[in-house]
Nanobody, 121 residues
Framework: QVQLVESGGGLVQPGGSLTLSCAASGFIFSRYAMSWYRQVPGKERELVAGISSVGGSRNYADSVKGRFTISRDNAKNTVYLQMKSLKLEDTAVYYC??????????????WGQGTQVTVSS
């Protein structure tokens, strides 16, 4: 059974930091690109950051460049999102996403259940 379980969300003041974690199981984690998305009510889900299957390539939304860092530990089947200098507009539900496996003719996409991040004073 495939599972992506996010944790680490919560309430933080502007300028603060949080680190989200996403623990994966049920698939070969090291063969999947992983991403973090976020969504606020009434808006489409947007890509925040992505990392390749072995971690050699990362990409970020312009709105979070220089503030967020995505990383992964394939030995622990976990992907992280380190968030610094948080802004009010970072408030959203953050979702973990897996796409793969690498080279598959029919790729699969997996989603976590989401974790709420609220930036408020």
């Amino acid at each position: 059974q495939v599972q992506l379980v996010e944790s680490g969300g919560g309430l933080v003041q502007p300028g603060g930091s949080l680190t989200l974690s996403c623990a994966a199981s049920g698939f070969i984690f090291s063969r999947y690109a992983m991403s973090w998305y976020r969504q606020v009510p009434g808006k489409e889900r947007e890509l925040v950051a992505g990392i390749s299957s072995v971690g050699g390539s990362r990409n970020y939304a312009d709105s979070v460049k220089g503030r967020f860092t995505i990383s992964r530990d394939n030995a622990k089947n976990t992907v992280y999102l380190q968030m610094k200098s948080l802004k009010l507009e970072d408030t959203a539900v953050y979702y973990c996403n897996g796409d793969g496996p690498v080279g598959a003719s029919i790729p699969r996409t997996y989603w976590g259940q989401g974790t709420q991040v609220t930036v408020s004073s």
